[in-house]
């Protein structure tokens, strides 16, 4: 049984990326999507030592050591911010199924928080699928209006890191 006691979040490293990678491939069998497209879209959600290099990247790890969580961001382009305010990208927030529930994605949203605040980042951007809009929004997040559907990502969410 897992519990969200004993968590551990912190940076990533190259040598993480192999269970961070498989972490993602368990958060995405849950999504609601057939399953063929979930294991034709898996290799495109996973991480190399290259993305290290360019993203920050959290880890989740529980008492044992096993990796359970993961999240990724970036600076967000001001063109896809609410008013072009300056923030970060959420590029994705990965747990393991047998410990959702547990307050882990909740704990490395907190991180993404803590990182805008400190880069005096009016929020954090996360473009989510279909399945995960009730997390956001059960964790306060924003949905963001589509304005140009040609460019808008439909499932938008904003946090704005001053009220959170």
Request: charged content about 25%; aromatic content about 8%.
């Amino acid at each position: 049984m897992h519990t969200g006691a004993g968590i551990k979040i912190r940076f990533a490293k190259d040598s993480d990326l192999e269970q961070a990678n498989a972490v993602i491939a368990r958060a995405i069998m849950t999504w609601d999507l057939p399953a063929r497209t979930r294991r034709l879209i898996r290799p495109l959600y996973q991480y190399d030592e290259h993305d290290l290099r360019h993203l920050t990247m959290m880890v989740a790890e529980n008492a044992s050591g096993d990796i359970v969580g993961v999240a990724t961001w970036e600076p967000a382009n001001s063109s896809d911010t609410p008013g072009g305010r300056k923030g970060l990208l959420l590029h994705g927030i990965y747990v393991s199924p047998e410990c959702h529930r547990f307050g882990i994605g909740g704990r490395m949203i907190e991180r993404a928080l803590h990182t805008a605040r400190r880069a005096a980042c009016a929020g954090v951007l996360a473009k989510s699928n279909r399945s995960a809009r009730e997390f956001y929004q059960a964790t306060g997040w924003q949905l963001l209006k589509v304005e140009n559907p040609d460019r808008d990502y439909p499932y938008r969410f904003w946090l704005d890191s001053r009220n959170a």
